[in-house]
């Protein structure tokens, strides 16, 4: 497949509300809720890109760097950073919003691999991708190196 199309194609923003439910005793937001959000935009992200359904392959990394709490607003945005023949780097960032005071601030990071599936669930042959902006480029040149140390650490696990 030779179409290339630009990384802003698979740009995708969603807002989420963190309620009481959603919270740990310390009434921040549970990881695992957070990491559950960050499958499904990747996924919808993916989606975008490819126009076909998509599987999880790994979730490569996850940093949380600090919490959010009841009230605050989750505004999670994805991008597909690389792609593969089949598959696809999709970055993904979370920001906390206090709305009552404005300050905002980065929670969480991620990059995920998924892998577009044809009807018969079969891997699919996806379109490249190119940067346009300084941080899409930035994103594209690291991956390489991302891509890599993914497969040092599958090689490690066999």
């Given at each position: 497949?030779?179409e ?34 960050i499958?499904e ?17 790994s ?21 597909v ?42 891997p ?35």
């Amino acid at each position: 497949m030779t179409e290339k199309r630009p990384m802003s194609h698979s740009r995708t923003i969603q807002t989420k509300l963190v309620l009481p439910p959603d919270t740990n005793h310390l009434q921040t937001i549970f990881g695992g809720h957070v990491l559950s959000y960050i499958d499904e935009i990747a996924a919808i992200t993916a989606m975008k890109h490819s126009h076909h359904s998509v599987v999880t392959a790994s979730i490569d990394s996850v940093d949380f760097l600090s919490s959010a709490r009841v009230g605050d607003v989750l505004e999670l945005e994805a991008i597909v950073s690389f792609t593969g023949r089949t598959s696809m780097e999709v970055f993904v960032s979370v920001h906390s919003m206090n709305l009552l005071t404005g300050v905002t601030k980065l929670t969480t990071e991620s990059f995920l691999t998924m892998v577009a599936m044809d009807e018969n669930n079969k891997p699919i042959p996806v379109a490249g991708i190119f940067p346009e902006t300084e941080v899409e480029k930035s994103l594209f040149e690291t991956a390489p190196a991302r891509r890599e140390h993914r497969k040092l650490r599958s090689e490690m696990k066999h």
